[in-house]
């Protein structure tokens, strides 16, 4: 089993910059790839970004490329998201995930076997 604890999202306006965190335990929480995917209002939940154990391996998906960075602190096992330039698009609720796919696989193909309950990201003048 693999426990995700996420703290950092709120209320940001258009243009500016949040930064999530992921917290991971269990057993064997290093040695899966972790990532955020995220759910807008009545919309299914998407990937936003992933990342392998190791940190050498990232993808992201267009919409988020350029604006948000993932990393990887493999000493603490955390996870972070920087959110810079955000929209208003970019609203919902971010999860953190986990699985033993490759970060392309786990984001390409939008599931994961381990959620984190989610923080609120709302994007708003």
């Known amino acids: 089993q693999v426990h995700l604890v996420e703290s950092g999202g709120g209320l940001v306006q258009p243009g500016g910059s949040l930064r999530l965190s992921c917290a991971a335990s269990?057993?064997?929480?290093?040695?899966?790839?972790r990532g955020w995917f995220r759910q807008a209002p009545g919309k299914e939940p998407e990937a936003v970004a992933c990342?392998?154990?190791?940190?050498?391996?990232?993808y992201y998906v267009r919409s988020v490329k350029g604006r948000f960075t993932i990393s990887r602190d493999v000493a603490t096992n955390t996870i972070a998201l920087q959110m810079d330039r955000l929209t208003p698009e970019d609203t919902g609720v971010y999860y953190c995930?986990?699985?033993?796919?490759?970060?392309?696989?786990?984001?390409?193909?939008?599931?994961?076997?381990?959620w984190g309950q989610g923080t609120q990201v709302t994007v708003s003048s």
């Open positions: 990342i392998s154990k190791r940190a050498n391996d990232v």
């Open positions: 995930v986990a699985d033993a796919f490759s970060p392309e696989a786990m984001c390409i193909g939008e599931t994961a076997d381990y």
């Open positions: 269990g057993v064997t929480a290093e040695t899966y790839t």
